[in-house]
């Protein structure tokens, strides 16, 4: 743990580029809690806020959970319920980096595809058969078909649908 005497002193400490659970106060000397929480969410930080509070409000609460907060806890707090939502928020923080880990991966793949794999792989998930693909490329079938063994290949695949679900990963609509 790593604590800091405000927002913004955190904003600058470099700790933003780890991994981590940021726990802060509603109330806070300069930026308060739900400006910090949206100034990350702005420089695409994702690591998973808890809210700590004595001024509990319900409009309150809505904005910091619609915004993403994994836990708003009320002062008093009993110490389980504080290290319930640390557990909670690391949880999500471990299957967040592990799915942009996972992602990284397979985009790391995808960037090995030349032009004209990557333009017969998106023909493939698109469903089109060699020929079809052949023929809007103003290519020949063989070629399609070296070029779709290449292209499953490199990202390391042995069927269609788990190209196509490689770049729903890497395209982020999965």
């Known amino acids: 743990a790593q604590g800091f005497a405000s927002a913004e002193e955190f904003l600058t400490s470099g700790?933003?580029?780890?991994?981590?659970?940021?726990?802060?106060?509603?109330?806070m000397p300069g930026m308060n809690g739900l400006e910090l929480q949206a100034e990350l969410t702005r420089r695409n930080v994702n690591m998973p806020v808890i809210v700590l509070t004595a001024y509990a409000r319900?409009?309150?609460?809505?904005?910091?959970?619609?915004?993403?907060?994994?836990a708003m806890i009320?002062?008093?707090?009993?110490?389980?319920?504080?290290?319930?939502?640390i557990r909670q928020a690391l949880e999500k923080e471990q299957a967040e980096?592990?799915?942009?880990?996972?992602?990284?991966?397979?985009?790391?793949?995808?960037?090995?595809?030349?032009?004209?794999?990557?333009?017969?792989?998106?023909?493939?998930?698109q469903g089109r058969l060699n020929k079809m693909i052949a023929?809007?490329?103003?290519?020949?079938?063989?070629?399609?078909?070296?070029r779709r063994h290449d292209v499953?290949?490199?990202?390391?695949?042995?069927?269609?649908?788990e190209l196509v679900?490689?770049?729903h990963i890497v395209r982020g609509t999965t």
């Not at 009320?74 to 939502?85: E, I, R, S, T």
């Not at 592990?98 to 995808?110: C, F, I, Q, V, W």
């Not at 023929?135 to 070296?146: P, W």
Request: no cysteine; hydrophobic share 45%.
């Open 135 to 146: 023929n809007q490329l103003g290519i020949a079938v063989r070629t399609v078909e070296k």
């Open 165 to 167: 679900n490689i770049f």
């Open 58 to 70: 319900t409009p309150t609460t809505v904005r910091a959970i619609q915004a993403g907060a994994v």
């Open 15 to 27: 700790a933003l580029t780890g991994r981590g659970v940021v726990v802060v106060d509603l109330r």
């Open 152 to 161: 499953l290949a490199k990202m390391k695949v042995k069927s269609v649908p």
């Open 74 to 85: 009320d002062k008093p707090y009993h110490d389980n319920d504080l290290w319930d939502a």
């Open 97 to 125: 980096w592990s799915a942009s880990e996972l992602r990284r991966e397979l985009s790391d793949r995808a960037a090995t595809l030349t032009p004209e794999e990557l333009a017969v792989a998106e023909l493939v998930i």
